[in-house]
């Protein structure tokens, strides 16, 4: 009955209710909205014109070469009229396959370290160190590769294995390379998303006789596992986009293998070395480039919409 009344006090003759909003208009928040919806449609202006400006002469390719035959032939001579686009995506899964390899173990084992063992002063140190790497210029890793890992991958190959001594320019220096470039991310958002679990989660473990490891890998792993995967598809974007690195280690000569010891192209290093602008716009050299890009923007949107449902398919969420 009183709650009747308060609710019905207005109808009542009584005074209304007092508004939760200021009565007085807030310019400064509203110029602020307005910033942040500018921001907002601007990134979408910008997605919207890098989509256009790679469709547009890419349709111009397309018009010249079938679509079947670019992505289902596995020539790619460009002078030669060949245009089978299969031996550089080979080239780039070649070089990103052998970088997972590397970087998903090291950075999933720092990020569980970091989360689960490191005291706070060790952590303090430890991460700011390891994300570090993250900041290093491209260029000089790939010369890191060039000077240092390669001659390095030479001596110690085991004899013939996988068909023999890798050449100076190989797949797999190129993905040694790339993984250690890519660990910062994987290991950094994987420990914030394990650092995000409850410890309600690790002190029911425990209380039921469970040892660290245990609770990090049955029980902390699992419900931190929608970060996890979102970091490692993370930086397979991140490594089928690199461009310096496999430009400058992994080698330019289009192979359809995937064998580490090889010379191989990857997509981008197609891209930096053709789109010099030594080339003539409207021929068929220059719009090689854009479907080239076409391609590796469709790969690109494809892993990262696959991590977004992945994402919120396994999403946990606590309260």
Same mark, same amino acid.
Request: proline share 6%; charged share 15%; hydrophobic share 55%.
């Given at each position: 009955?009183?709650?009747r009344?308060?609710a019905?006090?207005?109808a009542?003759?009584?005074?209304?209710?007092?508004?939760?909003?200021?009565?007085s =208009?807030?310019?400064?928040?509203?110029?602020?909205?307005?910033?942040?919806?500018?921001?907002?449609?601007?990134?979408?202006?910008?997605?919207?014109?890098?989509?256009v400006?790679l469709?547009v002469?890419?349709?111009g390719f397309?018009?010249?070469v079938?679509?079947?035959?670019?992505?289902?032939?596995?020539?790619?001579? =460009?002078?030669?009229?060949?245009?089978?686009?299969?031996?550089?995506?080979?080239?780039?899964?070649?070089v990103?396959?052998?970088?997972?390899?590397?970087?998903?173990?090291?950075?999933?084992?720092?990020?569980?370290?970091?989360?689960?063992?490191?005291? =706070?002063?060790?952590?303090?140190?430890?991460?700011?160190v390891?994300e570090?790497?993250?900041?290093?210029?491209?260029?000089?890793?790939?010369?890191?590769g060039?000077?240092?890992?390669?001659?390095?991958?030479?001596?110690?190959?085991?004899?013939?294995?996988?068909?023999?001594?890798?050449?100076f320019?190989?797949?797999?220096?190129?993905?040694?390379?790339?993984g250690?470039m890519?660990?910062p991310?994987?290991?950094?958002?994987?420990?914030?998303?394990?650092?995000s679990?409850?410890?309600?989660?690790?002190?029911g473990a425990?209380?039921?006789?469970?040892?660290?490891?245990?609770?990090?890998?049955?029980?902390?792993?699992?419900?931190?596992?929608?970060?996890?995967?979102?970091?490692?598809?993370?930086?397979i974007?991140?490594?089928?986009?690199?461009?310096?690195?496999?430009?400058?280690?992994?080698?330019?000569t =289009?192979?359809?293998?995937?064998?580490?010891?090889?010379?191989?192209?990857?997509?981008?290093?197609?891209?930096?070395?053709?789109?010099t602008?030594?080339?003539?716009?409207?021929?068929?050299?220059?719009?090689?480039?854009?479907?080239?890009?076409?391609?590796?923007?469709v790969?690109?949107?494809?892993?990262?919409?696959?991590?977004?449902?992945?994402?919120r398919?396994?999403r946990q969420?606590?309260?």
């Amino acid at each position: 009955m009183e709650a009747r009344n308060i609710a019905t006090s207005g109808a009542a003759g009584l005074p209304p209710a007092r508004r939760l909003e200021a009565a007085s =208009p807030r310019y400064g928040e509203r110029a602020i909205k307005s910033f942040l919806a500018l921001c907002a449609g601007l990134s979408v202006v910008t997605t919207t014109a890098i989509v256009v400006s790679l469709l547009v002469p890419a349709l111009g390719f397309f018009r010249e070469v079938p679509v079947g035959d670019f992505l289902l032939k596995t020539e790619w001579a =460009p002078a030669q009229d060949l245009f089978g686009v299969l031996p550089l995506i080979a080239g780039t899964f070649n070089v990103v396959l052998w970088g997972m390899v590397f970087a998903i173990p090291i950075g999933i084992g720092a990020a569980i370290y970091l989360a689960e063992y490191a005291s =706070p002063r060790v952590r303090k140190i430890v991460k700011p160190v390891l994300e570090v790497l993250a900041g290093i210029p491209t260029v000089a890793i790939g010369f890191f590769g060039v000077s240092l890992v390669t001659p390095l991958l030479q001596d110690v190959w085991p004899g013939e294995f996988l068909g023999g001594p890798p050449g100076f320019f190989n797949a797999l220096a190129a993905g040694l390379c790339i993984g250690l470039m890519i660990v910062p991310i994987i290991a950094s958002i994987s420990e914030d998303s394990m650092s995000s679990v409850p410890g309600g989660l690790r002190e029911g473990a425990y209380a039921l006789g469970a040892s660290k490891m245990r609770v990090a890998l049955r029980v902390v792993f699992p419900a931190a596992l929608s970060g996890i995967v979102a970091s490692i598809v993370l930086a397979i974007s991140r490594a089928v986009g690199e461009t310096m690195v496999v430009l400058l280690v992994a080698g330019n000569t =289009p192979n359809l293998t995937f064998n580490p010891v090889e010379n191989v192209q990857a997509l981008t290093a197609f891209i930096g070395v053709t789109a010099t602008g030594d080339i003539a716009q409207n021929t068929i050299e220059y719009d090689t480039v854009f479907a080239v890009g076409t391609v590796l923007f469709v790969l690109t949107l494809i892993m990262n919409m696959t991590s977004i449902r992945f994402v919120r398919k396994y999403r946990q969420i606590y309260e």
